[in-house]
Nanobody, 122 residues
């Protein structure tokens, strides 16, 4: 059993900052990648940023230079530092753990967090 617990969402003024956290717990042998996605009402879920265990990162063009993803492998935790927030960043953010193995021989699976609301408004 694997659980993801997200935290850090909330209400912030334009230009402000928030830091999201997502901690994976349970039976974890290895994780390939962790990341953040967001989904506005009526739209498809889109990638925000991902990071591999080796530290390689990938960002959506809309957040480059403003958001920073990081990861604590020992804690199975991924963070998203969001700076210079804009109203268009308002939506629900989801954590994803990619290709998680619960044992050496287990098939890798993806897991999603429950989502955390980020609202950027004055």
């Amino acid at each position: 059993q694997v659980q993801l617990v997200e935290s850090g969402g909330g209400l912030v003024q334009p230009g402000g900052s928030l830091r999201l956290s997502c901690a994976a717990s349970g039976s974890i042998f290895s994780i390939y990648a962790m990341g953040w996605y967001r989904q506005a009402s009526g739209k498809q879920r889109e990638l925000v940023a991902t990071i591999t265990g080796g530290g390689s990162t990938n960002y959506a063009d809309s957040v480059k230079g403003r958001f920073t993803i990081s990861r604590d492998n020992a804690k199975n935790t991924v963070y998203l530092q969001m700076n210079s927030l804009k109203p268009e960043d308002t939506t629900v953010y989801y954590c994803k753990v990619g290709r998680l193995r619960t044992s050496l021989r287990a098939n890798p699976e993806d897991y999603w967090g429950q989502g955390t609301q980020v609202t950027v408004s004055s």
